[in-house]
């Protein structure tokens, strides 16, 4: 997985999406995960249909070399790019459902967006999903 975790101490409902609204649990991306949408810094609030799930070999450059990503969500937007630069971090979304799915971490510029299973990421982070 690509994804950190941090502390802030600021006053937030964290299970809250805004513009969509409140979490409702977790999901594994698959074929009935459909439509999905997520709150991104750059793209703001998009919805898009999952692709594929459970893909292999999603290369993505970073500084230090290509890294190759296994078992990750793809995603396409609908009307649109599901995301661009400075949405990694967000949290995608079933929609209308708001049950997570994954958690943004690449894109291309054919449109595609690419996410790390939700469950996997709070596997690797030793954390919890606030609902």
Do not use: C, M, W
């Not at 999603?58 to 396409?76: K, N």
């Not at 790390?116 to 919890?128: C, F, I, K, M, Q």
Request: no cysteine; hydrophobic share 40%; charged share 20%.
């Amino acid at each position: 997985v690509d994804a950190a975790i941090a502390t802030v101490e600021v006053e937030h409902d964290a299970a809250t999406i805004a513009g969509l609204g409140e979490l409702s649990g977790e999901t594994l991306a698959s074929e009935d995960a459909g439509s999905v949408a997520k709150l991104g810094r750059t793209t703001e609030l998009t919805r898009g249909t999952v692709t594929a799930f459970e893909l292999d070999g999603v290369t993505v450059q970073y500084d230090r070399g290509a890294l190759r990503f296994d078992d990750q969500v793809e995603v396409h937007g609908s009307g649109g790019p599901f995301s661009q630069g400075g949405d990694s971090g967000a949290l995608i979304v079933s929609d209308p459902r708001l049950d997570a799915v994954a958690l943004l971490f690449a894109g291309n510029d054919e449109g595609v967006t690419y996410g790390n299973p939700v469950a996997a990421v709070l596997d690797a982070l030793g954390a919890t999903l606030l609902t």
